[in-house]
């Protein structure tokens, strides 16, 4: 009992000098993130990030909402991070574990043939002991070794749990804007399958005016040629369609198949576009929030490797019953118990300790750096979309005038052909431009609702 009591007051001791440890509290590398900004001043900043907008109060099409339920339920990415975070959920538990001592149950029966000669030989032929113990071994965490570790599993854990959302951001911007840009290609279908009718009609009539004389026959191979081109665009197109079907179908976690979905003209997002402050990024986008948890996590690991240079502290104990014959084995007879209190201090463990404090010093450094290109990269994605975002909406506005122009050109050549002051080549020229221009336009629109979809991704949307 004396001796129980000296080995915890040791403990106590010793306890009292863990301030003297150098291990720090994790600290925001604050530097790093003061220079973050965006390049922009197109959206204005307010206190409430659009990306703090849930993506059913962001994408309203009921379609699209249905598209990413499923792939939000049914995708294999989200279903291995999920399995991710069980993972790292494990060695959290564990972390927390190790404050605790362990404990072991051990039996076993030994038999000695013991040789005549040997020091006993003469007096037993052989030798039984029978055997029941209890075995209890407690590191004390004076250094705060199993503290830094415990912080270090739950840094995982946090980091897998950031990582899951930072797929479900991304396979939901990756939905949006698949969907939107089958709805685009939709509409260029309908633009093609009309040029192609009109040009098809416009052959009729080219014939019929090369019959009557007034037209070569240059000319009218020339229309044939139009029908051609019209043709092969609209098979091109309907074929990325159906890539796009099959891209989407794999994201939802099916075999690829036809995808349902609505009209482009139907598609607004009334969601007012505000940035936040850049520091916003912190707290709602996943993969920098991940990143400082890899951060935290190296921390950790760099305090628990310097600990290891300072003595370790333990304490064990072995007690159960032990007897020659199993008759005598449950008696107070057979009872035994051995204490033992121990101080292990390293010395030359061939490099060992500073090789590993070494390399999590680097990775701490490694972890750090990834942690400031995350954030840049974050910023300049965000600054990105708000420019592309921009420019889709002034484009937009040009091309739809220069498709009126084309336009009226068309009408105006096909009037004057009619008249016999304009060529026909005139014409098909007004009408590859009018296509062309028709055929921006439509883009465009895609353009635009995919720099929103982005600018909502990059802000950290879409996981809330």
Known sequence: MKYIIKSIFVVICLSSLQSCFVAKDYERPEEEIDPINYRTDQLKEDSLSVSKVSWRQMFTD???QHHIEEALENNQDIRIALQQINAANAFFKQGKAGYYPSVDINGSVTRQELSPNSQFGSFFSSLEQYELNASLA?????WGKIRSNKRAAQARFMQSEAAHKAVKTDLISRIATGYYQILALDEQVKIAE?????????????????EAGNLTSVAVSQTEAQVYAAEALLLDLKNDVKLLENTLSILKGESPQSFKRGELSAQVIDQELTTGVASDLLENRPDVIAAEYDLINAFELTNAAKSRFYPSITISATGGFQSLEASDFISTNSLFLTLIGGLTQPIFNRREIRTEYEVAQSEKEQALLNFERTLLTASREVSDAMLNYQNATERKEVKAKEYQ???KALDDSQELLNNGLATYLEVLNAQENALNTEL????????KLSAVVELYRSLGGGWQ
Do not use: G, H, P
């Open 194 to 210: 009309e040029t192609l009718e009109s040009r098809k009609k416009s052959l009729e009539t080219s014939n019929a005016l090369k």
């Open 138 to 142: 407690w590191e004390a965490d004076i």
């Open 62 to 64: 009921t379609v699209l």
């Open 440 to 447: 921006e336009v439509t883009q465009i629109q895609f353009d």
């Open 405 to 407: 122009a084309y336009q």
